[in-house]
């Protein structure tokens, strides 16, 4: 089976996360840029055969990359943590259920607000500097871009689920720069690349003050986005004012408005149309790979309470707290009136997510199918898999795992390098393009990023 030399063999093996941390270790040498059928990829900013020799960031940048590496230092509970939970869910320390008091956050978020909240109250109750996060860019509202936040305000301009590329981590600089500790948060593949990241950059240890992972059933790619904007009558993107993928109530509905739509105009899709009929369709290949769609490796993590009904409900989250940090903020949350949670049981998250729970089980067979093909795969150490095959799979679900693996190895080309074009997006006449940064490195360009919830 091969091995990457470098965060670029990663890209071309299709087993790229998107997460951007090589961008962050090694910003001379990478840059995150937007490929239409596979979502944020490095690239080197001096192309190959230029005559200029790149320098060893990009293989270093292997050492904190999720592509390729992921996994807890032990499979044993430590103490404090729910030892049921443990093999299939990771460490959980408390579980609770609810959302955030403020009804504006509550009403915008995707769930019940609380990854928003929970954030907000640590610029304000625990005085740190910042949240990295993500938000639509205003330039191309469809694609993301990573901001430091630094008041409940602008958190709540960007509140709610972006269904597209992301690459929160290749902004990591901007938590090392701030002037005390900062909030980030991301999706569980980001959340680990982050926290791997931190044990090699004391700077970035020091000022993660917390982290929250956002539950995650795949990124769907930018084809996704502009398949489902032509469902929802957007025939020119560049006329695109907003997209909103969830929100606006639970689950909530997908929207978009155009530059020119007269007042009272309604583009919508259910939930069930955006993410069921299309956006999940276009889910890059190492989402599928993934073991981790709780975020594991976050202090907290949030989800959907899929075993309650939707429809009138104004938002609900589930809530873990996976460290000593996460239960201490989510309990001064709680103090402060900012939080609205009541303490569950652990039955409540497989409950919650049983497609989350069935999809670790099914990366077993895909695994293995990829190995025997001779093909890389992602190094998982204590992420138990195999018992979830086997206990909670069916039979055809099984199948669908293995031989399945087998259709996708032709079907999406896994034996060949992927072809890493940059997406060009078109915008307005006149509009001010804050895409990618300059080549020499970090600029005043706007990173993309993006976080979704689990399905």
Same mark, same amino acid.
């Given at each position: 089976?091969?091995? %990457?030399?470098?965060?670029? @063999? ?48 990009? !293989? ?6 999720? *592509? ?19 093999? !299939?869910?990771g460490p959980v320390r408390a579980l609770w259920e609810g959302y955030a008091a403020d009804p504006q956050i509550r009403h915008a978020a995707s769930s019940g607000g609380v990854a928003t909240a929970l954030a907000g109250y640590c610029l304000t109750g625990e005085r740190m500097a910042g949240v990295l996060h993500i938000g639509a860019r205003t330039d191309v509202p469809y694609l993301n871009g990573t901001r430091l936040s630094r008041t409940p305000a602008e958190l709540l301009d960007n509140a709610g689920s972006r269904y597209a590329p992301a690459s929160p981590c290749d902004r990591l600089d901007l938590v ?5 500790? /900062?909030?980030?948060?991301?999706? %569980? /593949? @980001? ?34 986005? =502009?398949?489902? =904007?032509?469902?929802?009558?957007? @025939? ?15 689950? *909530? ?6 530059? @020119? ?7 919508? &899709? ?5 993410? *069921? ?72 998250? %497989? ?5 989350? &729970? ?9 695994? *293995? ?5 001779? =093909? ?29 693996? =087998? ?9 060949? %390098? ?38």
């Amino acid at each position: 089976m091969r091995r %990457p030399r470098t965060v670029h @063999d990663v890209a071309a093996a299709q087993l790229c996360t998107g997460c951007g941390v090589c961008a962050h270790l090694a910003p001379d040498e990478v840059r995150m840029v937007d490929v239409l059928d596979h979502g944020r990829r490095p690239l080197p900013i001096t192309p190959v055969g230029a005559g200029v020799l790149q320098g060893g960031g990009a !293989a270093a940048a292997l050492e904190c990359c999720p *592509g390729v590496r992921l996994g807890h230092d032990t499979a044993r509970p430590e103490p404090g943590e729910i030892a049921e939970l443990r093999p !299939a869910w990771g460490p959980v320390r408390a579980l609770w259920e609810g959302y955030a008091a403020d009804p504006q956050i509550r009403h915008a978020a995707s769930s019940g607000g609380v990854a928003t909240a929970l954030a907000g109250y640590c610029l304000t109750g625990e005085r740190m500097a910042g949240v990295l996060h993500i938000g639509a860019r205003t330039d191309v509202p469809y694609l993301n871009g990573t901001r430091l936040s630094r008041t409940p305000a602008e958190l709540l301009d960007n509140a709610g689920s972006r269904y597209a590329p992301a690459s929160p981590c290749d902004r990591l600089d901007l938590v090392e720069a701030a002037d005390g500790p /900062c909030v980030f948060i991301g999706k %569980p /593949c @980001d959340v680990a690349a982050a926290r791997m990241a931190r044990r090699v950059r004391p700077e970035l240890d020091a000022r993660l003050g917390l982290t929250i992972a956002v539950f995650c059933a795949g990124t769907p790619t930018t084809r996704g986005t =502009l398949e489902m =904007l032509a469902r929802l009558g957007v @025939d020119d993107p560049a006329r695109l004012a907003s997209v909103h993928y969830r929100g606006a109530g639970w689950p *909530g509905e997908a929207r978009a408005r155009l530059t @020119d739509d007269p007042p009272g105009r309604q583009r919508r &899709l259910s939930y069930a149309e955006s993410w *069921g009929d299309i956006l999940q369709k276009h889910r890059q290949w190492r989402c599928h790979l993934c073991p981790d769609h709780t975020g594991e490796f976050a202090d907290v993590a949030v989800g959907d309470p899929w075993y309650r009904p939707t429809g009138d409900d104004p938002g609900q989250s589930l809530v873990l707290a996976r460290t000593e940090r996460g239960v201490r903020l989510v309990e001064a949350a709680i103090a402060a009136g900012v939080l609205v949670l009541t303490p569950v049981a652990p039955g409540i998250l %497989p409950a919650s997510q049983p497609n989350l &729970l069935r999809a670790r089980g099914a990366v077993w067979g895909r695994l *293995g199918t990829l190995r025997a093909a001779g =093909l890389m795969t992602p190094r998982l150490t204590h992420l138990p898999m195999a018992g979830v095959w086997w206990r909670h799979l069916s039979a055809a679900e099984k199948l669908r795992s293995t031989l399945g693996t =087998l259709r996708r190895i032709g079907r999406r080309r896994l034996r060949q %390098p992927a072809a890493l074009v940059p997406y060009e997006p078109s915008v307005p006449p006149g509009a001010a393009v804050t895409a990618e940064p300059p080549a020499t490195g970090r600029g005043a360009g706007q990173m993309t990023t993006g976080s979704p919830l689990s399905k």
